[in-house]
């Protein structure tokens, strides 16, 4: 992906560059400017120019040397500068020119400084480029053995590097022009019109592909923005193959949704068993009863005679109290399995829907409770699949009894709206709150859990909201698309 640049020998920070060619052609340099600068010191040539210009012709040679060759080769080839200006700093020491001596003393500590901040400026350079480079030569390491497919994009979405996972996942030679992926399209190589890969961090995006075999794999694409060595803002986009977590959350999904269905199967079977069977004997108990109770009454009036029967007419006082007692006793247990009966299998869900099961789930938990419940529904009614009503009608259900048995509120508001594309639910109370974080984390949340799982089943996120003394709202929203009756 990113071009390699020239790799600079580290050896040559800590020893001289021996067996380096040009190093020596610079320290030849050296010696043909010392031979010119004596040559004009001796008036052999350039008669009449300052010696400081032959020295100055030094700088060169050392600024290549540190350059090229780092601190050691500045410092050897200055050493030589240096060694040839020596003897005639002497000279004029011994001649009296003192300002000649100071002029050069000035030159040499001019080339001393020249090569050690030259040279270790350009050190340091060289440290920041071999650092990008192990940089660079680690990640491309990482990038060409990573089992995950990646791509690099760059403008326009098309191809700027791929790993050879990429190549073997996403190469089509039908599909796809030439040999390589690089330079093609995004959409091309994914196949997905219209779809564009987030590059949220936080990204949740899943989608399915078709390989050359015709496999089909799920991958959860990440994307993270990059900048290549000139600056330009590239894609990462690492693909993680996701079909064997996506096949057992399906298969979970699937379990999960067998399970319930058991369940309420179960609960239809019971609810019809009590309606059809225990109800039934129990209203012919009630008959039976009542059959006695008038013939016992029947039994206590006036004898033929006029004459009255007192120990009798106690003894039957007390029957028919008895009698009377059971039959409430019946009338209650009766009252009591069309309740259970209900709860487990709501006629009502069956024969009339959602709306009115309910209404009337709500009119049994007020008249039950005396809690004061309020149903508001918003929005064109749409028909749900038989499976979506039920759960529904369970997590309200579910979040009612919470209400009863844990939140001692007075007031409940249950809203119910049919949006555009999706359907909300909320249920409000004012009850004593929990702390939901903290609730939610525990391991005795059977029924918050349960809510949770079932609205998970047809797609949707409930969401509940509490803190203590604050009442409790629990929300739930489903799309529409997941849960609407297909027509037939």
Known sequence: MLDNQRSIPLKQRISPPYKDRRFWIIQGLVLV????????DYHLILKGIPDFVAVALFVAPILYAALNFGFYGAVLTTSWAIAAIIPDVVEKAVAGSWVEVWAHIVEILILIMLAIFVSRRVEKEWAVTRSYEITEKRYRDLFEVNLSPILIIGEKEVVYEANPAAMALFWHPIKLR?????????TDILGLKGVRISTSTNNEQTFSFQKADGQEVELHPISSPMVDKDGNTLVQIIFHDITSQSRRRKQAQSYAAHVLQGQ???RRRIAQELHDETLQTLVQLMRKITAVQKAISSSTVDQPDGATRPDGATQSAILQQNIHDSRVLVEKTMNELRVIARGLRPPALEDLGLMVALRRLLEDVEERTKITITFES???????????????????QEALSNIERHSLAHQVKVNFNFLNNSIEI??????????????????????LSGMTER????????EINSQPGRGTVISLKVPLETIKEERK
């Open 426 to 447: 909320q249920v409000i109370d004012d009850g004593i709150g929990f702390d939901a974080p903290g609730v939610l984390s525990s391991m005795y949340t059977l029924g």
């Open 455 to 462: 609205a998970w089943l047809i797609g949707g996120e409930l």
């Open 264 to 266: 309420e199967d179960e």
């Open 178 to 186: 030439g040999t390589s992926l690089v330079g093609q399209s995004l």
């Open 378 to 396: 918003k929005g064109e009614e749409v028909k749900l699949s038989e499976q979506a009503e039920i759960i529904l009608y369970r997590i309200v």
């Open 33 to 40: 400017i010392l031979a010119i600068h004596y040559a004009m």
